[in-house]
């Protein structure tokens, strides 16, 4: 089993920049591929960023192609979320997971889940 520790969240002002980490204990977090996923107030928890075992290979959702950046430190077992640019609509607490699945973006596909750590773009 692996825990995760998601920080580096924080209120910004639009177009500025945040970098999240997420922190795992227990498991080393080669075994997994790492996602990233955003919950707005009153919406559902969405895919953001997806990365390889390795870091060799990354998708992103739309909405945040372009913008976004996903990197991983197997030996820190640390994975990064980049966002820069940032938008009002990126406003949501940010959560990272572990998995097996290579290119899952469903929530249900994800196994092991941080407590989210929160990001507000101000306008």
């Known amino acids: 089993q692996v825990q995760l520790v998601e920080s580096g969240g924080g209120l910004v002002q639009a177009g500025g920049s945040l970098r999240l980490s997420c922190t795992a204990s227990g498991r080393a977090i080669g075994n997994y591929v790492m996602g990233w996923f955003r919950q707005a107030p009153g919406k559902e928890r969405d895919f953001v960023a997806t990365?390889?075992?390795?870091?060799?290979?990354?998708e992103y959702g739309d909405p945040v192609k372009g913008r976004f950046t996903t990197s991983r430190d197997n030996a820190q077992n640390v994975v990064y979320l980049q966002m820069n640019d940032l938008k009002p609509e990126d406003t949501a607490v940010y959560y990272c997971?572990?998995?097996?699945?290579?290119?899952?973006?469903?929530?249900?596909?994800?196994?092991?889940w941080g407590q989210g750590t929160q990001v507000i773009v101000s306008s």
């Open positions: 990365i390889n075992w390795n870091g060799a290979s990354w």
């Open positions: 997971a572990a998995g097996s699945r290579w290119r899952a973006r469903l929530t249900r596909d994800y196994d092991y």
